[in-house]
T-cell receptor, first 114, second 112 residues
Framework: NAGVTQTPKFQVLKTGQSMTLQCAQD?????MSWYRQDPGMGLRLIHY???????DQGEVPNGYNVSRSTTEDFPLRLLSAAPSQTSVYFC?????????????FGPGTRLTVT | QQPVQSPQAVILREGEDAVINCSSS?????VHWYRQKHGEAPIFLMI?????EQKGHDKISASFNEKKQQSSLYLTASQLSYSGTYFC?????????????FGTGTRLTIIP
């Protein structure tokens, strides 16, 4: 199992550009989430999904779109990049059912917007 | 609303003990602990559920006091490998792992 994979690892964008951060998991997890991590702010939830075709907003959704057409993939789209979106982005997945399960995080994408 | 972690940072010598606290202004139903080393992804440590449950893994254990709306992570006889930033996460009512709110983290540095 590859676990949770993210591409790219690093990206530099100019203000106003758009791009898609890719996330994939091979553990057949229903739950997937996107977080951003900024110094001193911890991990903040952007969007999440509880299954294919079902997504919802987290704490900081503005400027980002998601879709979930398959169980495996959960891409994050930046519509028009702004310097405030400079951050490290983590994708995570976890199982479902009765109770709680650990989240598996991807290695992260470090994004810089100039 | 983010849970509050304390202390924000702590430096210990190898072999010393540490306690990291996580408190919330809202009722807690579960507390999730993760550790992140610099430049890496967060790694799961443990989950505690409502009911005052205490869990442990090796020399790392945690407690959950739902009345006080707080959880504490205990690191006993710390090792160099324990260095990193520790995050607690809480789940909103009627939600599971998909919607966790994390604290701002506690940076733990272990020195030889």
């Amino acid at each position: 199992n590859a676990g949770v994979t993210q591409t790219p690892k690093f990206q530099v964008l100019k203000t106003g550009q758009s791009m898609t951060l890719q996330c994939a998991q091979d553990m057949n997890h229903e739950y997937m989430s996107w977080y951003r991590q900024d110094p001193g702010m911890g991990l903040r939830l952007i969007h999440y999904s509880v299954g294919a075709g079902i997504t919802d907003q987290g704490e900081v959704p503005n400027g980002y779109n998601v879709s979930r057409s398959t169980t495996e993939d959960f891409p994050l789209r930046l519509l028009s990049a702004a310097p405030s979106q400079t951050s490290v982005y983590f994708c995570a997945s976890s199982g479902t059912g009765t109770g709680f399960y650990e989240q598996y995080f991807g290695p992260g994408t470090r994004l810089t917007v100039t | 609303q983010q849970p509050v972690q304390s202390p924000q940072a702590v430096i210990l010598r190898e072999g010393e003990d540490a306690v990291i606290n996580c408190s919330s202004s809202k009722a807690l139903y579960s507390v999730h602990w993760y550790r992140q080393k610099h430049g890496e992804a967060p790694i799961f440590l443990m989950i505690l559920l409502k009911g005052g449950e205490q869990k442990g893994h090796d020399k790392i254990s945690a407690s959950f006091n739902e009345k006080k709306q707080q959880s504490s992570l205990y690191l006993t006889a710390s090792q160099l490998s324990y260095s990193g930033t520790y995050f607690c996460g809480t789940a909103a009512p009627n939600f599971g792992n998909e919607k966790l709110t994390f604290g701002t983290g506690t940076r733990l540095t272990i020195i030889p």
